[in-house]
């Protein structure tokens, strides 16, 4: 059987890679420049647009999260982003 053919369980694949990186993030010398350079010069165009797609995702959910923290009365620079970024990107129509 060849590797394209084997069935693949995606959703575990998803949550594995999820889980990674969370586990990267959260170390303490996590520069997030150098990933970011790794990926925008290292990377097949069609991988960049993936990523740029999973990023717009992580704002999507993010403003969503910002306005439930919000309510709860905590927040966060980072939430505070998300909002303002998803505000442009439904401005854009994306």
């Not at 993010?62 to 505000?87: F, H, K, P, Q, V």
Request: net charge negative; with cysteine.
């Amino acid at each position: 059987m060849s590797k394209y053919t084997k069935s693949i369980d995606i959703k575990a694949v998803e949550s594995n890679l999820a889980n990674e990186i969370c586990k990267a993030v959260d170390w303490h010398y996590f520069n997030p420049a150098v990933l970011a350079d790794i990926i925008s010069t290292d990377t097949p165009i069609y991988t960049q647009d993936r990523i740029m797609d999973l990023v717009k995702w992580i704002i999507k959910y993010e403003a969503r999260r910002y306005e439930t923290e919000w309510e709860a009365g905590n927040t966060s620079e980072g939430l505070m982003l998300a909002s303002a970024l998803n505000d442009v990107l439904e401005a854009l129509g994306k």
